[in-house]
């Protein structure tokens, strides 16, 4: 039950634009979102969430966007750069509950 | 550094064996948390403990595997009679009391590499 849908595998960018990565969900139960980043071999580090009550988070240079309506997030990183590549995966948590992660997309940052 | 820590973070065991990980979650973290996650898909929930209770386990931890947490603090994770498919990479992560009643963040360790051959 793919609860939590990334459906871009890749994305490639030019170092210095927007690189946005979507997210799209289909449990209402759904209350907190985040966004986690991984780099080869290494284990996934927690970047940024946002809270069902609101549709906005900033942190720096990345900002996570909800549209509950659609059921959908995204992830802005702005200015991208090259140190940005990496593996990123969607999840979202209901309560308390375990959290479920999309299959995540491979940000590519070209220089 | 005092993120979660994984031991060992590589193990190739032979089919049939029986193979442990070790997991040292964050210090004051009460939740303790193991996922499974393969090439090309994220990753998928195990099971979790709050202190040493085990709290819910997902239907992908067949009856091979189990998971202690005996003292509240560093948790293991045995497989018996290791497969084919159990090749993965095991992830532990942690949660603190004081970020679960307003979102629940999970901070993962680095991870351990299971190759059955």
């Known amino acids: 039950d793919q609860q939590v849908k990334q459906n871009s595998p890749s994305l490639s960018v030019q170092e210095g634009r927007i690189s946005i990565l979507n997210c799209d969900y289909t449990n209402s139960m759904f209350d907190y979102f985040l966004w986690y980043k991984k780099y080869p071999a290494e284990g996934p580090t927690f970047l940024i969430s946002?809270?069902?009550?609101?549709d906005k988070n900033e942190d720096g240079r990345f900002t996570v966007f909800l549209n509950k309506s659609a059921k959908h997030l995204s992830l802005h990183i702005v200015p991208s750069q090259p140190g940005d590549s990496a593996v990123y995966f969607c999840?979202?948590?209901?309560?308390?509950?375990?959290?479920?992660f999309g299959a995540g997309t491979r940000l590519t940052v070209k220089p | 550094d005092t993120g979660v820590s994984q031991d060992p973070r590589h193990k190739i065991t032979k089919r049939g064996q029986n193979v442990t990980f070790r997991c040292d979650p964050i210090s004051e973290h009460n939740r303790l948390y193991w996922y499974r996650q393969t090439l090309g898909q994220g990753p998928e929930f195990l099971t979790y403990f709050q202190n040493e209770a085990q709290l819910e386990k997902s239907r992908l931890l067949s009856d091979r595997f189990s998971a202690e947490r005996p003292k509240g603090s560093f948790s293991t994770l045995e497989i018996q009679r290791t497969e084919q498919g159990d090749s993965a990479m095991y992830l532990c992560?942690?949660?603190?009391?004081?970020?679960?009643?307003?979102?629940?963040?999970?901070?993962f360790g680095e991870g351990s590499w299971l190759t059955v051959v």
């Open positions: 992560a942690s949660s603190h009391p004081r970020t679960q009643s307003s979102g629940n963040t999970i901070y």
């Open positions: 999840a979202a948590s209901a309560g308390n509950n375990d959290m479920r």
């Open positions: 946002i809270s069902s009550i609101k």
